[in-house]
């Protein structure tokens, strides 16, 4: 008998829940709201079946919470919970780079250079493309610092980065571009102490972007809207 490798609608599910909660923390849908499913579903590109499955992840996780015969609402989520999932980030994506620091190959550099460079040339208007850029420079440096607890804790933490919405941060554009050069700088050095306070530095600038525009929407003030 053949052994199912995937199974899809898990993956449909997965996919919603991640689109949902990155709606949830780039401010474009508020704590407190409540969520209707059809109009959320069209949003995100599915039906409501794993809209329905990926509602259900998310409660589990506390993004939303679930309430009787009347469906879900969007969890409370304070400034200081995504302070506190950043400076998770940035500690450990520190400890991972400055161990990368110590083992890293020209090779390797010179891919980082590479995707730094294309990252610089391309337009804000690309901005799937630019993410799914900045993602794949930041996880070939963890994978060279051959930590993998390590990086599973990133990517838990990593669960409050608006990755596909990044583009509507204010600024994070021009972040994107300039960020890279002083980790890569102290990877080629083999400095990981430098690579480290480099690491530690970008990451916090972009948690500051993302707060500054979660501030200017109102987030933390929401009140039950959508009622």
């Known amino acids: 008998m053949a052994t199912t490798l995937s199974n899809p609608r898990a993956q449909?599910?997965?996919?919603?829940?991640?689109?949902?909660?990155?709606?949830?923390?780039s401010g474009q849908v508020a704590p407190g709201q409540l969520i209707r499913l059809a109009p959320l579903a069209e949003r995100v590109g599915a039906s409501v079946t794993p809209v329905r499955e990926a509602l259900l992840l998310l409660a589990q996780d506390g993004w939303v919470v679930q309430e009787p015969n009347r469906g879900f609402r969007v969890a409370t989520i304070t400034r200081g919970?995504?302070?506190?999932?950043?400076?998770?980030?940035?500690?450990?994506?520190?400890?991972?780079?400055?161990?990368?620091?110590?083992?890293?190959?020209?090779?390797?550099?010179?891919?980082?250079?590479?995707?730094?460079?294309?990252?610089?040339?391309?337009?804000?208007?690309?901005?799937d493309a630019l993410e799914e850029i900045n993602y794949?420079?930041?996880?070939?440096?963890?994978?060279?610092?051959?930590?993998?607890?390590?990086?599973w804790f990133v990517n838990a933490s990593s669960r409050f980065v608006p990755r596909r919405f990044w583009g509507t941060i204010p600024g994070w554009f021009e972040h994107n571009r300039a960020g890279h050069a002083a980790i890569l700088e102290a990877l080629a050095a083999h400095e990981p102490e430098r690579a480290r306070e480099a690491m530690a530095n970008h990451i916090n600038a972009a948690r500051d972007?993302?707060?500054?525009?979660?501030?200017?929407?109102?987030?933390?003030?929401?009140?039950n809207p959508g009622e």
């Open 136 to 151: 794949t420079l930041h996880h070939t440096i963890y994978e060279v610092a051959e930590s993998p607890r390590l990086v």
């Open 81 to 127: 919970d995504v302070e506190d999932a950043y400076l998770v980030h940035a500690d450990v994506a520190g400890e991972l780079v400055a161990r990368a620091a110590a083992k890293i190959d020209d090779e390797t550099i010179a891919t980082l250079w590479a995707l730094d460079a294309s990252i610089k040339a391309r337009g804000d208007q690309d901005d």
């Open 209 to 223: 972007l993302l707060l500054a525009h979660l501030d200017s929407v109102g987030f933390w003030s929401s009140d």
């Open 12 to 25: 449909l599910k997965d996919e919603a829940a991640t689109h949902i909660r990155e709606l949830i923390i």
